[in-house]
């Protein structure tokens, strides 16, 4: 549960959290990490040790984190979007679109709690997800580009997007005209092309394609997991 001026956050249990001096603007959450983006800009994490920003220290035995209190991601920059990936959680920089992400860093780039900046994605980017081993954004021109964990830097892959979305598995982005495009791992037909056979979890493939059966006018995409779910302009899923 989480509500502006304070909040009751769950990780592996519910736990009670201090009430925070900013409203809550958004928050993403992965299997080990939850982030909450502040109306101040500022991130607030808790889960994984890296991804919230803070050495804190693993227990083995229970596997959950000694202090599960959402905890200030250390730097001055001041986000205006966030999203947390199974490597890095990342933000856009509200004063130039500019990436940062903490974390197992894409592009050979050390591991830290600190953000730093990835200049491979540019500036002026209105989106972003970070995916398995990639992050991805929407840039300038409403063109979809990914860095791969070895610090490839794929480009316009999708055209005229404006929503993007994530997840371990695989990665959608839905177009102006209300189309869904989706790349990455197809184990259990999650790029909706009809088939389980292209992009195994071993294989990924980075060619986006539409997906099969939807209605022209889709609003809105999630990617949670192995699922993918599209809402329509009449609400249905």
């Not at 780039?109 to 002026?124: A, D, F, Q, W």
């Not at 055209?159 to 695989?170: F, K, L, P, Q, Y």
């Amino acid at each position: 549960v989480v509500s502006c001026g304070g909040a009751a956050l769950g990780y592996r249990a519910m736990r009670e959290a201090p009430r925070m001096s900013s409203c809550i603007e958004d928050f993403r959450l992965a299997h080990d990490a939850t982030c909450l983006l502040l109306q101040n800009g500022r991130v607030h994490c808790f889960g994984n040790p890296r991804k919230i920003g803070k050495e804190l220290v693993w227990d083995p035995d229970t596997e959950v984190l000694q202090d599960p209190e959402p905890y200030p991601v250390q730097t001055e920059v001041r986000f205006s979007a966030i999203d947390v990936g199974p490597y890095v959680a990342c933000g856009l920089r509200r004063e130039d679109g500019s990436v940062w992400c903490w974390g197992a860093h894409m592009g050979h780039r050390p591991r830290g709690v600190y953000p730093v900046e990835y200049p491979e994605l540019g500036k002026g980017n209105v989106a972003l997800a970070s995916v398995a081993g990639r992050v991805c954004v929407i840039g300038e021109e409403n063109a979809v580009a990914c860095l791969t964990y070895d610090g490839e830097l794929l480009e316009r892959l999708v055209e005229d997007a404006v929503e993007i979305e994530g997840s371990t598995w695989s990665a959608c982005a839905r177009t102006r005209q209300g189309e869904v495009w989706c790349w990455g791992s197809n184990d259990v037909g999650e790029l909706g092309r009809g088939t389980t056979k292209e992009g195994r979890l071993d294989e990924w493939t980075e060619e986006p394609g539409p997906v099969q059966g939807l209605p022209p006018d889709v609003e809105s995409v999630r990617v949670l997991g192995q699922t993918t779910c599209a809402i329509t302009k009449e609400k249905q899923v």
